[in-house]
C-alpha cells in the first residue's frame, strides 16, 4: 500500500540551506573608511603637519617592560611628575643591587624626568606590607587602590611565568599581548597599550586624555567614543597592528597629540590661531574638509 509522503519536505518542497550569520561590522574599521571618503587624507595631514611643528619623535626604549607597567600604574589619574617621585620612592625602598642607571623617558612624558637609580627588587614589593607599600608610592596619589594593584600584578606575572620578566610579551602579537595584560585586574587598554609601545615599540596607540580631546576636535575620532574604543580606532586609523610602519605612526601620533595638546591645544581656551592644523580642524571650523 503506497502512503503519501508526509514531513516538512511532503509533496516536493525543496530543502532550503541553513542561512550563515553575519559577522557583525567592525565599528573601528567602518569609522577608518567613512573618514577616508569624507576627509581624504585627513591622518597623514594631520601627523606630518604636526610633526613639523614640533618635530619627529624618535622611538627608543626607556624603561624594561615590568618596571614601565609599574611606572604606568603610579600615573593612573596622577601627574605624571608625581608618579617619578612615587617610582622613586619605590626604588629606594626595595633596590637591586648593581649600578644606578639614568632614564631618558622621552617624548609624550609630562614630569621632569627620573633620577639615577636602580630598578626595584620585584620580589621585595610583591611580598611587602601592604601599608608599608602605600606610605612608600603615597607621593603618586591614589596609593591605597594602587598599591594592592601594583602588588596584584607582579603576583599575576610571577605566578604565570614563573618571575617577573615581561619580555616574553615581545614575542607574540600586539593585540595577543595586550589581550594578556588586560586580563589583570586594574590593567586596561592605555596602560597594556603604553607598556607594549614604550617597551617593545609594537603598533599600539595609547590613548590619554589629550590625545583623545585633540583627536575629537580635529575629528580624528567620533565625538561619543570613549577612551577605550579610541585605542581601536587608532588601530584601524593607523594601519595594521603588525607592522614596522604602523609601529612608527603609532609612536609619532601618541607622542605629537600629546604634545599638542599639552603645548597648543589646551583643555581651555586653546591657541587655535597659532595651531598648524587649524585648517582641517572641526573645533575651529565645523565644516573643515
Same mark, same amino acid.
Given at each position: 500500500m503506497n502512503r503519501p509522503p508526509v514531513g516538512p519536505h511532503a509533496g516536493g518542497a525543496k530543502r532550503t540551506a541553513p542561512q550563515r550569520r553575519r559577522r557583525p561590522p567592525d565599528a573601528a574599521k567602518a569609522w577608518a573608511r567613512s573618514l577616508a571618503r569624507r576627509r581624504p587624507g585627513l591622518v597623514p595631514f594631520v601627523l606630518d603637519t604636526l610633526a613639523a611643528f614640533h618635530g619627529l619623535p624618535t622611538w627608543e @626604549? @626607556?624603561?624594561d617592560p615590568t618596571s614601565e607597567l609599574? +611606572? &604606568?600604574? +603610579?600615573?593612573?589619574?596622577?601627574?605624571?611628575?608625581?608618579?617619578?617621585?612615587?617610582?622613586?620612592? +619605590? @626604588?629606594?625602598a626595595y633596590p637591586t643591587s648593581g649600578p644606578a642607571v639614568s632614564t631618558e623617558l622621552g617624548g609624550g612624558w609630562g614630569g621632569t624626568g627620573l633620577n639615577p637609580g636602580v630598578t626595584p627588587d620585584w620580589p621585595a614589593v610583591e611580598a611587602a606590607p601592604l601599608p608599608e607599600l602605600i606610605d612608600v608610592i603615597r607621593p603618586g596619589g591614589l596609593a591605597p587602590q594602587k598599591a594592592p594593584r601594583i602588588q596584584a600584578a607582579l603576583r599575576? $606575572?610571577?605566578?604565570?611565568?614563573?618571575?617577573?620578566?615581561?619580555?616574553?610579551?615581545?614575542?607574540? #602579537?600586539?593585540?595577543?599581548?595586550?589581550?594578556?595584560?588586560? #586580563? $589583570?585586574?586594574? $590593567? /586596561?587598554p592605555k596602560t597594556a597599550s603604553i607598556v607594549l609601545l614604550f617597551g617593545f615599540g609594537m603598533p599600539l596607540m595609547p590613548v590619554d586624555r589629550h590625545v583623545e580631546r585633540v583627536s575629537k576636535r580635529i575629528g580624528l575620532i567620533p565625538p561619543k567614543a570613549t577612551a577605550d574604543q579610541a585605542h581601536d580606532l587608532y588601530l584601524a586609523l593607523l594601519g595594521p597592528?603588525? /607592522?614596522?610602519?604602523? #609601529? &612608527?605612526?603609532?609612536?609619532? #601620533?601618541?607622542? +605629537? !597629540? $600629546?604634545?599638542?595638546?599639552? !603645548?597648543v591645544c589646551h583643555a581651555r581656551n586653546?591657541?587655535?590661531? @597659532?595651531?598648524?592644523v587649524a585648517t582641517r580642524c572641526r573645533f575651529v571650523d565645523r565644516r573643515a574638509p
Amino acid at each position: 500500500m503506497n502512503r503519501p509522503p508526509v514531513g516538512p519536505h511532503a509533496g516536493g518542497a525543496k530543502r532550503t540551506a541553513p542561512q550563515r550569520r553575519r559577522r557583525p561590522p567592525d565599528a573601528a574599521k567602518a569609522w577608518a573608511r567613512s573618514l577616508a571618503r569624507r576627509r581624504p587624507g585627513l591622518v597623514p595631514f594631520v601627523l606630518d603637519t604636526l610633526a613639523a611643528f614640533h618635530g619627529l619623535p624618535t622611538w627608543e @626604549r @626607556r624603561l624594561d617592560p615590568t618596571s614601565e607597567l609599574v +611606572l &604606568t600604574i +603610579l600615573t593612573q589619574n596622577s601627574a605624571d611628575i608625581n608618579a617619578e617621585k612615587a617610582y622613586e620612592r +619605590l @626604588r629606594e625602598a626595595y633596590p637591586t643591587s648593581g649600578p644606578a642607571v639614568s632614564t631618558e623617558l622621552g617624548g609624550g612624558w609630562g614630569g621632569t624626568g627620573l633620577n639615577p637609580g636602580v630598578t626595584p627588587d620585584w620580589p621585595a614589593v610583591e611580598a611587602a606590607p601592604l601599608p608599608e607599600l602605600i606610605d612608600v608610592i603615597r607621593p603618586g596619589g591614589l596609593a591605597p587602590q594602587k598599591a594592592p594593584r601594583i602588588q596584584a600584578a607582579l603576583r599575576r $606575572i610571577r605566578e604565570e611565568r614563573g618571575d617577573y620578566s615581561l619580555e616574553f610579551l615581545g614575542e607574540m #602579537a600586539p593585540l595577543e599581548a595586550r589581550a594578556w595584560l588586560t #586580563a $589583570i585586574d586594574g $590593567i /586596561g587598554p592605555k596602560t597594556a597599550s603604553i607598556v607594549l609601545l614604550f617597551g617593545f615599540g609594537m603598533p599600539l596607540m595609547p590613548v590619554d586624555r589629550h590625545v583623545e580631546r585633540v583627536s575629537k576636535r580635529i575629528g580624528l575620532i567620533p565625538p561619543k567614543a570613549t577612551a577605550d574604543q579610541a585605542h581601536d580606532l587608532y588601530l584601524a586609523l593607523l594601519g595594521p597592528a603588525d /607592522g614596522t610602519h604602523a #609601529a &612608527t605612526e603609532a609612536y609619532a #601620533a601618541h607622542v +605629537l !597629540l $600629546i604634545r599638542h595638546g599639552r !603645548l597648543v591645544c589646551h583643555a581651555r581656551n586653546p591657541e587655535c590661531d @597659532r595651531c598648524p592644523v587649524a585648517t582641517r580642524c572641526r573645533f575651529v571650523d565645523r565644516r573643515a574638509p
